[in-house]
């Protein structure tokens, strides 16, 4: 057997039906109300609680009045749940058995599972770090600070409750609202029902940290999802563009996506250059993450750039670096790509599903809807790129990363704030860095500035009076 075949085989085994019950304060709630959880086969792996909306409403109620802890506790709790999310059965999973789940339900490569694995934890263990860079320099967080007494801004919540609607589509989604513990929020997560084993892992490691007044798994439908949003102070939701739509006037919900990841190559770059940094782009995170480019606007010959791509492309081995879907998924997929200038043909499914190679599709026009497509697999679409015609296909993307040295190009796409981040150079889209802000940073949602001055000199007179 090939060694990507058995990594492919090890992948698809699983310790058993794995159960995800609610979890809040410390304790497991379970419903009559199930969900299956298949893997990538259609095989069951696990299966869900349905929490009805009348128990959500109780539980958020109970977490208002539940005690705080301080900021540095709170960190000090974080570091340990960092530890714990890496190393500790939570659950009733080791770390591998896990992994393996993880990538068995996502389809995406173990590699890409374990790194996010990592990334979580890091980001765990680094949330001073985080929250620092986050922080206006004239602010604080506590009135204690020194620089109250000269006045300053107080670094406050907007509000005391947050519910979090997660994706299913890969783990990383679980790196940023563990923020919102930090910065003293009752966070409550709707897990995915395609992988809620993450959630599930990561409040475990928090209730073992000492957090589990502060953190609760709430896997519910979307009737439930929408009690969670109500009754919330806040709310993060993920999903595309009608669940950006639906929330757009709602400044209590922060909408996580669509991506719409893109990169310019320039006229004054080589295309041989400017290929390896696309081709990472794309597979990156499987393909599956909103930063993995979805599209490439080329100024010069796109058609002869899309044909580089694809031989670049071709080399992408399954398991290693694609992501794996259902029969159905599949061949939905290939129904979508038919129109395409090379139609997008699936593999057939093995006992751990469909391999979704990489597409890439070529148009006419930066115009052209396909432009805006994205797919949870590596498919990108490449289009000619006029500065002067094409430059509304590059605005309210995520990530665009500029191939090229023109100062003119450059400085038009910095000036655009509807791009959320913007790279400069040799640099993939799928690049992410804990201390910069991934579409803003988190607390721009969830915290405010308010002024505040405090004479220390005459709390203390009073409180010995």
């Not at 289009?383 to 990530?399: C, H, K, Q, T």
């Amino acid at each position: 057997m090939a060694a990507a075949d058995v990594g492919a085989a090890v992948a698809c085994r699983y310790p058993g039906i794995q159960t995800v019950e609610a979890r809040c304060l410390g304790v497991s709630h379970n419903s009559r109300r199930r969900e299956e959880v298949l893997d990538v086969a259609g095989r069951v792996v696990g299966d869900c609680s349905i929490m009805p909306g009348v128990y959500i409403q109780d539980k958020i109620a109970q977490m208002r009045e539940a005690p705080s802890l301080t900021l540095q506790q709170r960190y000090q709790r974080l570091d340990k749940a960092a530890q714990l999310y890496m190393e500790a059965t939570l659950a009733g999973l080791g770390p591998q058995e896990y992994i393996a789940l993880v990538t068995g339900t996502t389809g995406l490569p173990r590699a890409i599972v374990e790194a996010s694995v990592e990334s979580i934890s890091h980001g765990l263990s680094s949330m001073r770090e985080i929250l620092r860079a986050a922080t206006p320099a004239g602010a604080v967080w506590e009135i204690g600070d020194p620089a109250a007494e000269l006045g300053c801004s107080l670094f406050s919540r907007r509000a005391e409750v947050l519910s979090v609607i997660a994706a299913g589509n890969g783990p990383g989604v679980h790196g940023l609202w563990p923020q919102a513990i930090a910065m003293g929020y009752r966070t409550l997560v709707r897990p995915s029902s395609r992988e809620p084993f993450t959630a599930q892992r990561l409040v475990g490691a928090l209730e073992l940290a000492g957090l589990s007044d502060y953190v609760a798994l709430v896997p519910t439908d979307h009737s439930g999802a929408e009690t969670l949003i109500a009754q919330s102070d806040l709310a993060i939701v993920y999903g595309g563009p009608d669940m950006a739509a639906r929330y757009a006037g709602n400044a209590s919900v922060l909408v996580q996506g669509p991506g719409r990841s893109k990169l310019i190559v320039g006229r004054d770059v080589s295309h041989d250059e400017a290929v390896s940094v696309v081709a990472q782009s794309v597979l990156g995170r499987g393909g599956a993450a909103c930063v993995s480019a979805s599209a490439v606007l080329v100024e010069d010959d796109p058609e002869g750039f899309a044909n580089k791509l694809r031989k670049a492309l071709a080399h992408a081995t399954p398991r290693q670096s694609l992501p794996f879907a259902r029969e159905q998924e599949a061949a939905a997929y290939e129904n979508l790509l038919k129109s395409d200038d090379v139609p997008w043909v699936h593999d057939r499914a093995s006992a751990c599903g469909a391999p979704l190679r990489p597409h890439v599709a070529l148009v006419r026009s930066a115009a052209d809807p396909k432009v805006q497509r994205e797919l949870p697999f590596p498919c990108v679409t490449v289009a000619p790129f006029d500065l002067r015609e094409d430059y509304a296909a590059l605005s309210g993307s995520l990530v665009v990363t500029v191939l090229s040295r023109q100062k003119y190009l450059i400085e038009r796409v910095l000036a655009d704030a509807s791009i959320s981040n913007v790279y400069v150079g040799d640099i993939p889209t799928t690049w992410m860095d804990y201390r910069v802000p991934h579409d803003g940073y988190l607390a721009d949602f969830l915290m405010c500035n308010r002024g505040v001055r405090v004479n220390a000199q005459w709390l203390a007179a009073t409180a010995a009076g």
